[in-house]
């Protein structure tokens, strides 16, 4: 079971219910809990685990050979990224654009643009009892997630195969990076609160599991704010709500420390076990 935990909109607790939901379901069996907002993770900071293991990942993107080169300017014209033009007597790589296709190689008649390798981020492996946390991180200056994303998700695969569960903590929004982190998810849970803001968003991110033709479920948090109109939507459009995570000074407090919330907050773990309830009626875990 591959649980990616998503949202329209950054702040709302995705990763409070995903190292929360990842360390009580370890009490009982393995889990893997796999931090891919690549470009801000922060799961670690509530995994008190030890480093097992850590490796760099890379994309390849082509390097011009100039001496080869015939200027034919097919590699401009196959890119539909416009990672490589060409400008008079010279063609002009931007690997921050480039998508390694690997088009422009492939396709250059005189092999003047071979693939080489480029760094952009690090994954790392950490592990406590039950508990397997991988956390990537995607290098400064690097522009695009769903290369390191992907690379994760395929460590994962490889790594824990025989882990039945498998918690991904996305990245917010609705584009690029958080297609890749649900499109081989089981289930995906949508983080909202019950604001116009946070029911704006979760409009957006509904449609988008939809689109992916996954199933989902809402985890309202910060429940006793706002309005009704998450509530009344998710009805209408007979959309589970999983858990309602109440609005808690004491639930603030524990994640501005660090601290897991379920362990000290008796409602938070009872929303927890309602998730885990829902999932083993539904036969998703």
């Known amino acids: 079971m591959k649980i990616a935990i998503a949202s329209g909109k950054g702040g709302t607790g995705k990763t409070t219910l995903s190292t929360n ?4 379901i370890a009490q009982t069996q393995p889990v893997v809990l796999a931090d891919l907002d690549v470009e801000e993770p922060n799961s670690g900071l509530f995994i008190n685990a030890a480093l097992l293991s850590s490796e760099d990942k890379f994309k390849m993107i082509p390097e011009w050979h100039k001496d080869t080169c015939s200027l034919c300017g ?20 931007f690997p921050e654009l480039c998508h390694s296709c690997y088009a422009c190689s492939e396709l250059c008649p005189t092999g003047s643009l071979p693939m080489i390798k480029q760094k952009i981020g690090e994954i790392k492996y950490f592990k406590k009892d ?86 989902f479920g809402v985890v309202i948090n910060r429940h ?32 501005s420390y660090g601290e897991l919330i ?9 929303e927890l076990e309602k998730i885990l309830n829902f999932l083993s009626i539904n036969k998703n875990i």
Do not use: W
């Open 262 to 270: 379920y362990e000290k907050v008796p409602e938070f773990r009872n």
């Open 74 to 93: 097919n590699c401009q014209d196959v890119c539909n990224f416009h990672a490589v033009i060409r400008l008079g007597p010279n063609i002009m790589v």
């Open 21 to 24: 939901l990842a360390n009580f």
């Open 130 to 215: 039950n508990l397997n946390f991988v956390e990537s991180r995607l290098d400064i200056g690097q522009e695009q997630a769903t290369q390191l994303i992907k690379q994760t998700i395929s460590y994962v695969e490889q790594h824990f195969r025989d882990t039945n569960v498998k918690i991904y903590d996305s990245p917010p929004g609705t584009s690029c990076p958080v297609i890749e982190a649900t499109r081989d998810a089981d289930f995906v849970i949508l983080v909202t609160e019950p604001t116009p803001f946070g029911f704006h968003d979760l409009k957006l991110a509904i449609d988008t599991v939809r689109q992916l033709k996954k199933k």
């Open 224 to 255: 006793g704010i706002g309005n009704n109109d998450v509530y009344n939507y998710c009805n209408e459009e007979n959309i589970p709500i999983l858990s309602k995570i109440p609005n808690s000074r004491k639930i603030a407090e524990l994640y």
